[in-house]
């Protein structure tokens, strides 16, 4: 995708395409003389992975690595030698906790936490971070990194936990929850993770990650309760019934890591980010544009 601000802009073109194919993405940089690039594309669902894990590499690892060496040649003459007119050029990767692993009941993951990815997508993950900072060390290449909690919010992947909750619990259908719902993640809005991208893209010092969370720590019985509760007030069910009733626990995803939690401290004191959401608001929202799309 090349973009720009606001959608319906004339700075703003959606081309679909593969970001794997290199001539196309060479293509690209020279139709529109590309001199930033904000790396989301990625396969992200974990159970996709855990099924499915070969395209994960693919668009992950090798995709990564295409727009990664694809932006170089395009920018840069030599190692540590941006051409004429390009020393600007700044190649900002979006990354996620995962590739920290998993945490016990205290801690918080930090930008220095040892790598310890658990499964297929967060592996990949993982490779194309190290292929990030080796871009860094190796050619003198303009990047930064950031890694971002759990996000939620408006218009998400049906795929996605809050998405499936919402969307199950008003078709009638049973709401899906892992082993005993107790895992915990972080949770962050999209439009506060957004905030810290911008942030990172135009201020982040070079060659540095940045973690990205919400400091809003909570386990998925929390977040099916907490669905359940705002949908029995804004769309009760006809039958005086709760939500709640439809939520069925499933067997466990395979190594599900317990408890994800980031430590934001340098963001918010390098940077100035702060997240505006906590989940109870955030999640208020996301339910509202889910209404007004369904009603």
């Given at each position: 995708m090349i973009g720009g601000i606001g959608v319906n802009g004339a700075n703003y073109e959606f081309v679909k395409g593969d970001?794997?194919?290199?001539?196309?993405?060479?293509?690209l940089f020279s139709k529109y003389d590309i001199r930033g690039v904000i790396h989301f594309a990625a396969e992200s669902h974990v159970d996709n992975s855990i099924s499915g894990p070969e395209v994960f590499i693919q668009t992950n690892v090798n995709g990564t690595f295409t727009l990664l060496d694809v932006a170089r040649k395009y920018w840069m003459d030599a190692p540590f030698t941006y051409k004429e007119g390009y020393e600007d050029c700044?190649?900002?990767?979006?990354?996620?906790?995962?590739?920290?692993?998993?945490?016990?009941?205290?801690?918080?993951?930090?930008?220095?936490?040892?790598?310890?990815?658990?499964?297929?997508?967060s592996s990949s993950k993982a490779s194309s971070d190290f292929l990030v900072r080796a871009y860094f060390h190796t050619y003198g290449m303009d990047v930064t990194t950031s890694n971002c909690s759990n996000n939620y919010g408006p218009k998400q992947h049906n795929?996605?936990?809050?998405?499936?909750?919402?969307?199950?619990?008003?078709?009638?259908?049973?709401?899906?929850?892992?082993?005993?719902?107790?895992?915990?993640?972080?949770?962050?809005?999209?439009?506060?993770?957004?905030t810290g991208i911008d942030l990172v893209y135009h201020k982040g010092r070079s060659g540095e990650t940045y973690n990205i969370g919400g400091r809003n720590e909570r386990d998925n019985l929390f977040i099916v309760d907490?669905?359940?509760?705002?949908?029995?007030?804004?769309?009760?069910?006809?039958?005086?019934?709760?939500?709640?009733?439809?939520?069925?626990?499933?067997?466990?995803?395979?190594?599900?890591d317990r408890r994800y939690a980031?430590?934001?401290?340098?963001?918010?004191?390098?940077?100035?980010?702060?997240?505006?959401?906590?989940?109870?608001?955030?999640?208020?929202?996301?339910?509202?544009w889910y209404l007004d799309k369904i009603n």
């Open positions: 970001i794997c194919n290199r001539d196309l993405i060479e293509y700044r190649f900002h990767h979006i990354s996620t906790d995962e590739v920290y692993g998993t945490l016990g009941a205290t801690g918080l993951f930090t930008e220095l936490t040892s790598y310890a990815p658990n499964s297929p997508y795929e996605k936990l809050t998405p499936t909750i919402i969307r199950k619990a008003l078709a009638g259908e049973d709401i899906p929850i892992y082993g005993d719902g107790k895992n915990i993640r972080d949770w962050l809005y999209v439009l506060d993770h957004c907490y669905i359940c509760q705002v949908l029995d007030k804004k769309q009760p069910l006809k039958n005086g019934y709760s939500y709640k009733n439809q939520i069925k626990f499933v067997k466990d995803r395979a190594g599900h980031i430590d934001a401290t340098k963001i918010e004191t390098e940077l100035g980010w702060k997240a505006n959401e906590n989940f109870e608001t955030g999640i208020v929202k996301t339910i509202d």
